[in-house]
């Protein structure tokens, strides 16, 4: 820290993402990223054509991309707001819902960002306790003075909340923005999008990094009423206009225009979730009901911090948090089913030797 830096960000604790490492191969099941590669229109179109364009200015509204996606989720392009990774939908929500009277409500065990946006804003925290079970009460998020930020499916445990859940909690925080973070809702997750045409108070996010093989392009969007929206736009136009780059624009519509592509391939990895999950159970596992391209799974026969471990040695990364009430699991990205039969070998192998790394 240099001696510059405001007080007000002096005890910031900044989001940790997961490892990228650059110096050798892994099976790399550790950030959720897609194991199949974009489309072949997304391949044709970031052409020579495209790139020579790089000296101008990319459309700040994105309006190709924003219409295709309206017509994709039924909705109008002005209930569609565009980022650079959803990420950048999520500050932005903080920084334009949240202030000293109202807060934000999260569950305790969900993404690592968002207690970190608050710190980020100064605004206060409310984090719940998830169910013995690992699942989200409804009537925890109900009547409450503060922005309600939820993953839907959560993560990291794949877990669903119903659906008329959710419209509960939307329709008892009327006069509060609630976010229904949708990264994993491709996987096998049924969407609230269509709520947004009923609540006035939604604000539902999405982006092109899981399900639509695009994390290194960076492009997230936002589905809400058309209010909440300007919000949103009144942010961006005050902070970085020209948020999503030349390429990424190109790449999204090329996305979109093959949906289906990426739908069969959401469908593959449901399916090798599901016989991941069921081998795993066979050697003695717990493995929470994912309905994401994730899985959290926990083994009495070692510890999660072992596993983790152990697995990285064999050269296959998963994710580890070490936070007290999940210490126990590792989360594990679905990939092809050649790179989950690699996981399955090396775990085995782990627990040959007695489960220590
Ligand atoms: C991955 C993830 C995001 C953000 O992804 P971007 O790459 O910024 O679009 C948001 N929410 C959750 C729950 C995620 O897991």
Do not use: W
């Amino acid at each position: 820290m240099s001696r510059f830096l405001s007080a007000r960000f002096a005890g910031l604790e900044a989001y940790t993402p997961g490892e990228q490492p650059q110096d050798m191969q892994y099976v790399k099941l550790n950030t959720n990223e897609s194991p199949y590669p974009p489309s072949p229109e997304v391949f044709a179109r970031i052409n020579g054509e495209e790139i020579g364009k790089l000296q101008l200015y990319p459309d700040p509204e994105g309006k190709v991309l924003r219409q295709k996606l309206a017509d994709l989720y039924g909705v109008t392009a002005e209930n569609i707001f565009l980022s650079n990774g959803s990420d950048d939908i999520l500050n932005f929500a903080f920084m334009a819902f949240c202030d000293e009277t109202h807060g934000a409500m999260f569950p305790e065990i969900s993404y690592g960002f968002y207690p970190v946006y608050a710190d980020l804003y100064g605004v206060q925290a409310k984090q719940v306790p998830l169910q013995a079970d690992f699942t989200i009460s409804a009537a925890d998020y109900c009547k409450n003075e503060a922005m309600v930020v939820i993953a839907n499916p959560n993560a990291p445990t794949g877990l669903e909340l119903p659906q008329n859940d959710i419209e509960k909690i939307i329709q008892s925080n009327s006069d509060h923005v609630v976010i229904i973070d949708e990264a994993y809702i491709d996987f096998g997750g049924t969407s609230c999008v269509d709520l947004i045409h009923k609540y006035d108070n939604l604000l539902v996010v999405q982006t092109f990094s899981k399900s639509r093989s695009m994390a290194g392009a960076r492009l997230g969007f936002a589905i809400a009423s058309k209010g909440i929206i300007e919000d949103l736009n009144k942010i961006k136009y005050s902070t970085n206009p020209y948020n999503i780059n030349r390429i990424t624009l190109a790449a999204g519509e090329a996305a979109v225009d093959s949906n289906d592509y990426y739908m069969e391939n959401c469908k593959k990895i449901a399916a090798t979730r599901e016989r991941t999950t069921k081998e795993l159970r066979e050697i003695g596992f717990t493995v929470l009901d994912s309905v994401a391209n994730f899985i959290f799974a926990k083994s009495d026969a070692i510890s999660g911090a072992d596993l983790y471990a152990g697995l990285k040695k064999k050269g296959v990364l998963v994710r580890y948090f070490g936070k007290e009430k999940i210490k126990d699991f590792v989360r594990i990205t679905i990939g092809t089913d050649e790179q989950m039969d690699i996981l399955l070998e090396k775990t085995k192998e782990l627990l040959a030797e007695g489960g220590k790394a």
